[in-house]
């Protein structure tokens, strides 16, 4: 050993290393083109040039990196032409990646990265070097809108396809909605109550009623639910796409049903009715319907009753509009009142002869048609 030499005694300290092999060492400069300098303790020192560094142009080394940080990477060549051992990081590092995606994919980690490009099948989005393609029937994109908008873009996704031999990696962000929509369906249902009040949005209209999405949740809002007045339509209610609020009236657990009540319905006026008005009381009514076997007239708002075609007149008549017509004011006289079934008939025969028999003036009854007809719209509104 005495007769060894300096370069000798030295070789010996120094580790041997090879292509391929991953080495570790401390940070001795990061120059200003990205390029890191790292001793080996190798009679050379190591180089990580920037294009070596990350599978991202846009990291850069000096942020993540500091003068005597220890940095592992992979040996690519022992000399890069200039004496120095050329290494990369990202190759060393995407081994540790790797290790950590696979994990991930087998836990059913939710990733969300960018958009890295988009071709006429779908997008394609980078985890750290690793690709991954979403086709566009997993990439929940509305078919009003164009996929490249999303270049740049982050999604949030899960891996449902990992074939590594095949270097096949399949992504879904429909998964992660169908999931997210089950969830809130789940919750709905467990905390749904009758008389709950919830938020909606009207989503359809109908002949009957509408229907109103509460948080993927679709409910019926039937007409008999909106209004007490039974000639409205559900248009003349509220319009599509408008939020409202909805109280539940029933609900079925089992078969995912719900039925709806507008909150503005208002209070039932059938007990107004009941506190007001008695058998044998007048009042002045307005007809709202005709009908073979007699006239359906307006008493208060939301409370209707019938006329018989032979409590219309003492003359005898084959039709009701041989007397009446819609939108008439006439007084009546209250015969009898079926609260329970919400059924009040009344009689204009009864007052025939009486100061209080119907009024014929058929052209004031129209100026104050029109004018109450107004009125109810813009309270209506």
Same mark, same amino acid.
């Not at 022992?78 to 696979?102: C, P, R």
């Not at 992660?176 to 009758?194: C, G, P, R, T």
């Given at each position: 050993?005495?007769?060894?030499?300096?370069?000798?005694?030295?070789?010996?300290?120094?580790?041997?290393?090879?292509?391929?092999?991953?080495?570790?060492?401390?940070?001795?400069?990061?120059?200003?083109?990205?390029?890191?300098?790292?001793?080996?303790?190798?009679?050379?020192?190591?180089?990580?040039?920037?294009?070596?560094?990350?599978?991202?142009?846009?990291?850069?080394?000096?942020?993540?990196?500091?003068?005597?940080?220890?940095?592992?990477?992979?040996?690519?060549?022992?000399?890069?032409?200039?004496?120095?051992?050329?290494?990369?990081?990202? !190759?060393?590092?995407?081994? #540790? *990646? %790797?290790?950590?995606? +696979?994990? /991930? $994919? @087998?836990?059913?980690?939710?990733?969300? &990265?960018?958009?890295?490009?988009?071709?006429?099948?779908?997008?394609?989005?980078?985890?750290?070097?690793?690709?991954?393609?979403?086709?566009?029937?997993?990439?929940?994109?509305?078919?009003?809108?164009?996929?490249?908008?999303?270049?740049?873009?982050?999604?949030?996704?899960?891996?449902?396809?990992?074939?590594?031999?095949?270097?096949?990696?399949?992504?879904?962000?429909?998964?992660?909605?169908?999931?997210?929509?089950?969830?809130?369906?789940?919750?709905?249902?467990n905390n749904v109550e009758v008389g709950k009040l919830y938020k909606g949005t009207v989503t359809s209209l109908s002949s009957y009623g509408a229907f109103v999405d509460i948080d993927g949740i679709q409910g019926l809002?039937?007409?008999?639910?909106?209004?007490?007045?039974?000639? !409205?339509?559900?248009?003349? #209610? *509220? %319009?599509?796409?408008? +939020?409202? /609020? $909805? @109280?539940?009236?029933?609900?079925?657990? &089992?078969?995912?049903?719900?039925?709806?009540?507008?909150?503005?319905?208002?209070?039932?006026?059938?007990?107004?009715?009941?506190?007001?008005?008695?058998?044998?009381?007048?009042?002045?009514?307005?007809?709202?319907?005709?009908?073979?076997?007699?006239?359906?007239?307006?008493?208060?708002?939301?409370?209707?009753?019938?006329?018989?075609?032979?409590?219309?007149?003492?003359?005898?008549?084959?039709?009701?509009?041989?007397?009446?017509?819609?939108?008439?004011?006439?007084?009546?006289?209250?015969?009898?009142?079926?609260?329970?079934?919400?059924?009040?008939?009344?009689?204009?025969?009864?007052?025939?002869?009486?100061?209080?028999?119907?009024?014929?003036?058929?052209?004031?009854?129209?100026?104050?048609?029109?004018?109450?007809?107004?009125?109810?719209?813009?309270?209506?509104?």
């Amino acid at each position: 050993m005495d007769n060894m030499s300096f370069e000798e005694l030295l070789n010996q300290t120094l580790k041997e290393i090879k292509v391929g092999q991953t080495v570790t060492g401390n940070i001795i400069n990061i120059n200003s083109q990205g390029e890191i300098f790292v001793d080996l303790g190798y009679k050379a020192d190591g180089i990580i040039p920037k294009s070596e560094f990350s599978y991202n142009e846009d990291d850069d080394p000096s942020k993540m990196f500091k003068v005597g940080d220890r940095i592992t990477a992979d040996v690519v060549k022992l000399n890069d032409g200039l004496g120095n051992v050329l290494l990369s990081y990202k !190759k060393a590092n995407s081994k #540790i *990646v %790797k290790q950590d995606f +696979e994990s /991930k $994919v @087998k836990n059913n980690y939710v990733f969300t &990265e960018k958009v890295t490009s988009v071709n006429d099948n779908g997008l394609i989005v980078d985890y750290k070097g690793i690709r991954i393609f979403i086709p566009l029937s997993l990439s929940a994109i509305p078919r009003d809108e164009k996929p490249e908008n999303y270049k740049g873009k982050e999604v949030t996704f899960r891996v449902i396809e990992y074939n590594e031999q095949a270097r096949k990696i399949i992504g879904s962000v429909k998964v992660i909605l169908d999931e997210q929509k089950q969830a809130k369906e789940s919750e709905f249902w467990n905390n749904v109550e009758v008389g709950k009040l919830y938020k909606g949005t009207v989503t359809s209209l109908s002949s009957y009623g509408a229907f109103v999405d509460i948080d993927g949740i679709q409910g019926l809002l039937h007409i008999s639910g909106m209004t007490w007045e039974r000639d !409205k339509k559900p248009e003349d #209610i *509220v %319009k599509l796409g408008q +939020e409202i /609020k $909805v @109280k539940v009236l029933e609900f079925d657990k &089992e078969n995912k049903r719900l039925k709806l009540e507008y909150d503005k319905k208002g209070a039932n006026p059938w007990d107004k009715f009941a506190e007001k008005y008695n058998v044998n009381d007048i009042v002045t009514v307005k007809v709202a319907n005709l009908m073979p076997f007699g006239a359906f007239v307006k008493i208060d708002k939301g409370v209707e009753g019938l006329v018989h075609i032979s409590q219309i007149s003492e003359k005898r008549i084959a039709k009701p509009e041989e007397v009446l017509k819609v939108g008439q004011k006439v007084n009546a006289k209250i015969i009898n009142i079926d609260l329970e079934n919400k059924k009040i008939e009344l009689s204009i025969r009864e007052l025939e002869g009486t100061s209080n028999e119907m009024i014929e003036d058929v052209a004031e009854n129209t100026a104050e048609n029109a004018a109450e007809n107004v009125s109810n719209n813009t309270d209506e509104v």
